[in-house]
């Protein structure tokens, strides 16, 4: 058990539809990425949060948005969803490092599996 | 920007084989490293991490790397498989956005093992 925690597990929904996926991170972790797994795509990069802090932004589309709140959970939104929108969601968490440790280790969440029929 | 290669998206060994995945990372400089491992409807998990402390890194259940900074690789191994073994298997090289950290992965390595 990493203590990631994501909700929820599966999702299935329809194209043009909105769907919310949530992570909590680790007690104590103050950034919270997120990534897409697909069976083309691989695992690519969304976008990461600090502290409520937006930090940095990989592939992530226009339709799809995040935010990490004050408790530190954060949650992606899928909007206007496509069919190529079906993947594995993962969050990942990491512990603040001090100034020169910084070795990137990341704890996964067990992902949201979203369909888009 | 950094990236790492895996060559071969799928390798099969024979039970208590030598497992052996490979992967190459494009940096200058001597990066962060992590191998993760995939196991079926799981999340990633950390198998091992190279940090520049010692380029022979040993990680959980028997996986070790040797960093290998001339031939800019960091290959897995375990001398013998295992059935639970079974599992994609991906590398990761930490980058950076300005002062943002990211992990890059690798396309990864499905590894079969047959009894």
């Known amino acids: 058990d990493s203590g990631v925690t994501q909700t929820p597990k599966h999702l299935i929904t329809a194209t043009g539809q909105r769907v919310t996926l949530r992570c909590s991170p680790r007690s104590g972790d103050l950034s919270v990425y997120w990534y897409q797994q697909s069976l083309d795509q691989g695992l690519q990069f969304l976008i990461q949060y600090y502290n409520g802090e937006e930090r940095a932004k990989g592939n992530i589309l226009e339709r799809f948005s995040a935010q990490q709140f004050p408790d530190l959970h954060s949650e992606l939104n899928l909007s206007s969803l496509e069919l190529g929108d079906s993947a594995l969601y993962f969050c990942?968490?990491?512990?603040?490092?001090?100034?020169?440790?910084?070795?990137?280790?990341?704890?996964f969440g067990e992902g949201s599996r979203l369909t888009v029929l | 920007a950094q990236s790492v290669t895996q060559l071969g998206s799928h390798v099969s060994v024979s039970e208590g084989a030598l497992v052996l995945l490979r992967c190459n990372y494009s940096?200058?400089?001597?990066?962060?490293l992590f191998w993760y491992v995939q196991y079926p409807n799981q999340g990633l998990q950390l198998l091992l991490k190279y940090t520049s402390a010692a380029t022979l890194v040993k990680g959980i259940n028997g996986f070790e790397a040797e960093f290998k900074k001339s031939e800019t690789s960091f290959h897995l191994t375990k001398p013998s498989a295992h059935m639970s073994d079974a599992a994609e298997y991906f590398c990761a090289v930490t980058t950076y956005s300005g002062s943002a950290r990211q992990l890059t992965f690798g396309s990864g390595t499905q590894l079969t093992v047959l009894p």
């Open positions: 990942a968490s990491s512990v603040p490092s001090s100034p020169g440790q910084d070795t990137g280790e990341l704890f």
């Open positions: 940096s200058s400089v001597p990066p962060y």
